[in-house]
């Protein structure tokens, strides 16, 4: 979907068939999904001399790499978006809470009126699903500078329709969220 921005962003999630579809859930740096996402499973997980989990650095930007889900999954250009994409994204939108398909999300509408429609796909911790239809986790390519634990993406949640909150977050990269491709024009 072309929103007017600096790059296209994929109609649904990697792991979907449907925009309404939440798609898959992947822990940050794998490409595979699973039944349990835990710092024990996490497949870049390491820990220190005191044996406190660190993680392994597996690069400062993955996006169109390896490590990349929507790369290696979807290929032809299709990536992580950056943080520097997703904050372009929230700072140029209009939006709708809404229901689509019986699935409650979020309409996001670019700058030249072409619109998106996101579900709320909550995310994935333990052998868990939380907060299906109340919150988004989504990927970004970056880590947290200076942290091995977490990775840098886009949450938003909201109470009653019409109210929504939308921000950068950070996240345990072992967690199993949810991935928007985008694409270079």
Known sequence: VDLGLS???AKYNVGANSPEEYGGYYAWGETEEKSIYSSDNY???ATDSEGYWTGSYIGADISGTQYDVAHVQWGDGARMPRMTEIKELINSFTWQHTTYKNIIGIWFEG????????PMAGSRRGEEYDSLGEDGW???SNP???DSYLAACL????GDIGEMDFWISVEARFCGNSVRPVKDK
């Not at 949450?155 to 909201?158: L, N, R, S, T």
């Open 7 to 9: 790059v296209l962003w």
């Open 43 to 45: 497949k870049y997980s």
């Open 111 to 118: 700058p030249n009126g072409e619109k998106m429609f996101v």
């Open 138 to 140: 989504y990927w970004s």
């Open 144 to 146: 947290i500078e200076d």
């Open 155 to 158: 949450e938003f949640d909201g």
